[in-house]
């Protein structure tokens, strides 16, 4: 049975938390085609248990803290986060780059962990970033290392979405990271110089990434000492990671793929 | 948290601004989704309704709409947990800003003691104040922010180093010490530091009365360490104030209710993961 009360409670949550600046109840109204009354009440209910907070203009609203919290609360669900974490921030040492951590959830991969590099200029990723499983070679260290039938399932899914990506050039991609054992994606702002990311594996199954997001790639020195270093590092985890195989099974096995969407509510004009 | 009063399944709820009806079961949906981060592992029907004070049917019902917009889904064992819809609702996860995540908490400190709060992290070798609320009165504990001490030298600053893995401790007394060359703090040697370390992880906090006048101490500190789930300290927030006011039995009676309150910070930062290992070298 719909509960159409709460479609539009989800719907003005998801409005508000997506919007680039607090919103009041007309714009809720308008963006959501939803009477106002209705708004006035969804807005009442979710600030009482927090999931939105009055903005400093008292007749806008933005995100509350019981929704920062309820994301949070989901990516410590991945065991693979805590295993990661000390071997992510000692990346992050050594390399000076921020660190990612991507785990598959349909046929995205998903930012669950990020280590802020040291260096002066890091990338800067939000948590929960979903992505196609093709796009940035954290997402592609997944998918090479999916199953094969999983592979081709991938690929009639992104062509039935019409998700931008030639066919070919992903099945070269996903040839080539297999048999380097990592993927890269070459950095467009520093020439001959790539970004990099290892799988890590369950059965030989790819069920998570560590990206190191950074030109930390010399494309003419693919065996330079650093990425040794890495290697040996992300190594330590795939092993823990076979050694306790239990811990790590996946909590969306009951999902169908081809039915995850991630994405947001009506996009709010900047006025 | 306001409670709605119950009547024909909408129900009013007035804090001050015009009575706006709620809907109650929108409201209890959001109770049980909000109840899996409290609860922090999957349950079923049964036990959500026992935890939640509501009967199955409602439970059930709560939870058949969250599976519709993939807030929960489920798990082994016809269980429940939360769900990848939540990523849906957009949070500023600026996880690295730990001042505005202690910010409450100092507050509610402050509120408990009346006494001054420190907020302090580790940069390279060293403690630094990065925020505070300073009490009022004419005697305080002065917050000094940008301080700089030595890892060693005060007890928040310990409670930062004992929180770090026995390798950086190890290599941070091998760039500091000897520590009885120091004219200030009270550790004179390695192994007394190694047994303040002990203890403070052990306890899980750390008490220290500063600088001596004559024989009575000058001021009384408290010092709680702000965790990730690896249990690296991403900052420690410490209660000071004078000694004569602030006493050692005071300080006791505070002492469990400031442990909630820090192990209720902890609940949260344990989800973050703390700044990479590059405290000692910097």
Same mark, same amino acid.
């Given at each position: ?271 | ?146 301080? @700089?001490?030595?890892?060693?030298? !005060? ?6 180093? *004992? &929180?770090?893995? $026995? /390798? ?94 820090? @192990?209720?910070?902890?609940?949260? !930062? ?6 990479? *290992? &590059?405290?000692? $070298? /910097?």
């Amino acid at each position: 049975m719909v509960n159409a009360s709460a479609r539009e409670i989800f719907e003005v949550l998801k409005l508000i938390t997506t919007a680039p600046k607090p919103l009041g109840a007309r714009e809720i109204s308008f963006e959501l085609s939803i009477q106002i009354s209705k708004v006035h009440r969804a807005i009442r209910t979710l600030l009482l248990d927090g999931y939105i907070e009055r903005s400093q203009s008292a007749a806008t609203y933005v995100t509350g803290n019981a929704v920062r919290q309820l994301r949070r609360a989901f990516f410590s669900r991945f065991p693979i986060r805590q295993t990661c974490l000390p071997h992510m921030q000692l990346l992050a040492f050594i390399t000076g780059e921020t660190i990612s951590l991507r785990v598959p959830i349909g046929w995205y991969s998903v930012l669950i962990g990020s280590v802020s590099g040291t260096n002066e200029i890091i990338q800067s990723q939000a948590l929960g970033d979903a992505k196609p499983l093709h796009q940035s070679a954290s997402a592609l260290a997944i998918l090479a290392f999916l199953p094969k039938e999983a592979r081709m399932r991938y690929l009639d899914w992104m062509k039935r979405k019409e998700i931008p990506g030639s066919r070919r050039g992903i099945e070269r991609g996903i040839e080539e990271t297999r048999m380097r054992g990592y993927a890269i994606e070459p950095a467009p702002y520093a020439p001959d110089r790539a970004i990099v990311a290892f799988p890590i594996l369950l059965d030989r199954r790819g069920i998570a990434s560590i990206g190191i997001e950074g030109p930390v790639l010399d494309l003419h020195d693919l065996q330079s000492p650093l990425i040794g270093r890495c290697k040996e590092i992300v190594g330590r985890v795939n092993d823990y990671v076979a050694k306790h195989p239990d811990q790590f099974l996946d909590r969306h096995s009951e999902l169908d793929p081809d039915l995850v969407e991630f994405g947001s509510a009506a996009r709010v004009k900047d006025s | 948290m306001a409670k709605a009063s119950a009547s024909d399944g909408r129900s009013s709820a007035d804090n001050g601004d015009a009575q706006v009806a709620i809907s109650k079961s929108s409201f209890r949906i959001l109770r049980v989704l909000s109840h899996f981060v409290e609860r922090g592992s999957p349950a079923g029907v049964t036990e959500l309704g026992h935890e939640l004070g509501m009967t199955k049917n409602m439970v059930h019902r709560a939870l058949m709409t969250l599976l519709d917009h993939d807030l929960v889904a489920r798990t082994e064992g016809q269980r429940y947990d939360l769900g990848y819809g939540v990523l849906n609702f957009g949070g500023n996860d600026n996880d690295s800003d730990i001042r505005a995540l202690c910010q409450p908490y100092l507050r509610k400190l402050y509120e408990l003691t009346g006494e001054s709060l420190f907020l302090s992290v580790i940069f390279g070798k060293t403690r630094v104040n990065i925020d505070g609320i300073e009490a009022r009165g004419p005697r305080i504990s002065h917050v000094q922010r940008g301080r @700089a001490r030595p890892l060693h030298i !005060t007890g928040n600053a310990r409670v930062l180093l *004992a &929180f770090l893995t $026995d /390798a950086e401790i190890r290599q941070y007394i091998a760039a500091m010490g000897p520590f009885e060359t120091y004219e200030e703090g009270k550790v004179r040697s390695e192994e007394q530091l190694w047994s303040e370390i002990r203890s403070i992880r052990q306890r899980g906090y750390t008490i220290e009365q500063g600088e001596v006048v004559g024989s009575l101490p000058i001021a009384t500190y408290v010092s709680f360490p702000v965790l990730d789930a690896t249990r690296r300290p991403h900052a420690a927030i410490t209660v000071g104030g004078p000694a004569e006011r602030f006493t050692l039995g005071r300080v006791d009676g505070y002492l469990p209710t400031m442990l909630e309150i820090i @192990a209720e910070l902890n609940r949260q !930062t344990r989800l973050i993961p703390a700044s990479p *290992a &590059f405290y000692i $070298d /910097a």
